[in-house]
């Protein structure tokens, strides 16, 4: 009931309890739990653990010298069409790492603190997505959408919670670490704020319309102005 045995030509099985356990077929290719395993290991019908087997010290490894176009180091899917996909459970804090991806160089890719910030392009995230690029050129953020009827929108940021009194939706341009020009609401309306104070100016300076060198506070060129009070 218990032992190895010869299951068919080249092949070689093993059973406990009078049931095959393990099989390996002809081409050298591995099954646990099916007799016809289709790739070098093929585990069915539960779960596969792994562990690096030494506690709270080593790294469980797995390493692939794959070089076809269109072919991955690896591939996780779930065959069923209602099912879920992969969760990766770690990190608790900002100083853990539950999630790193980098390139064969070594360069961070993308970087997921245990505290939820995500980083792209940076180890140190600091806010739930902060998008860093050393290379100085232009981050951008694209979009594809469109529509007919209705209000559409190419991006839209959305702050919930705040009240009046706060800054709320604001959207700052930055310049070496120093704010030199932000749009907010303070909960009662929109505004310019010019050097990162508390004093709103729709507009600071001149205004141009048409124009990029604008010579009184409304320059309008191009065009008659219409005024409909």
Same mark, same amino acid.
């Given at each position: 009931?218990?032992?190895?045995?010869?299951?068919? /030509?080249?092949?070689? %099985?093993?059973?406990?309890? *009078? +049931?095959?356990?393990?099989?390996?077929?002809?081409?050298?290719?591995?099954?646990? %739990?099916?007799?016809?395993?289709?790739?070098?290991?093929?585990?069915?019908?539960?779960?596969?653990?792994?562990?690096?087997?030494?506690?709270?010290?080593?790294?469980?490894?797995?390493? +692939?010298?794959?070089?076809?176009?269109?072919?991955?180091?690896?591939?996780?899917?779930?065959?069923?069409?209602?099912?879920?996909?992969?969760?990766?459970?770690? %990190?608790?804090?900002?100083?853990?790492? /539950?999630?790193?991806?980098?390139?064969?160089?070594?360069?961070?890719?993308?970087?997921?603190?245990?505290?939820?910030?995500?980083?792209?392009?940076?180890?140190?995230? *600091?806010?739930?997505?902060? !998008?860093?690029?050393?290379?100085?050129?232009?981050?951008?953020?694209?979009?594809?959408?469109?529509?007919?009827?209705?209000? !559409?929108? *190419?991006?839209?940021?959305?702050?919930? %919670?705040?009240?009046?009194?706060?800054?709320?939706?604001?959207?700052?341009?930055?310049?070496?670490? $120093?704010?030199?020009?932000?749009?907010?609401?303070?909960?009662?309306?929109?505004?310019?704020?010019?050097?990162?104070?508390?004093?709103?100016?729709?507009?600071?300076?001149?205004?141009?319309?048409?124009?990029?060198?604008?010579?009184?506070?409304?320059?309008?060129?191009?065009?008659?102005?219409?005024?409909? $009070?």
């Amino acid at each position: 009931d218990t032992g190895m045995f010869r299951r068919a /030509a080249n092949a070689l %099985g093993f059973s406990t309890l *009078g +049931s095959e356990r393990l099989t390996i077929d002809s081409s050298g290719n591995v099954g646990i %739990g099916t007799t016809a395993p289709v790739g070098k290991v093929d585990v069915r019908g539960g779960e596969m653990i792994v562990t690096d087997g030494v506690g709270d010290a080593g790294t469980f490894r797995l390493q +692939s010298t794959i070089n076809q176009s269109g072919e991955y180091a690896g591939l996780f899917y779930n065959a069923h069409a209602s099912g879920n996909g992969v969760q990766i459970n770690g %990190g608790s804090t900002s100083s853990q790492t /539950a999630l790193a991806v980098n390139n064969n160089g070594g360069t961070s890719l993308l970087y997921v603190r245990g505290n939820g910030n995500v980083g792209i392009g940076t180890t140190g995230p *600091g806010a739930k997505l902060d !998008v860093v690029d050393a290379t100085g050129s232009a981050i951008g953020v694209r979009s594809t959408m469109t529509g007919t009827s209705g209000n !559409v929108y *190419g991006s839209q940021f959305n702050v919930t %919670g705040a009240t009046a009194g706060t800054n709320i939706g604001s959207y700052a341009f930055t310049a070496n670490g $120093v704010t030199n020009q932000d749009f907010r609401s303070d909960g009662t309306g929109y505004g310019f704020y010019q050097n990162n104070t508390s004093a709103k100016n729709y507009f600071a300076g001149n205004v141009g319309i048409g124009t990029t060198g604008p010579g009184s506070k409304l320059h309008v060129i191009g065009g008659a102005v219409i005024l409909d $009070v």
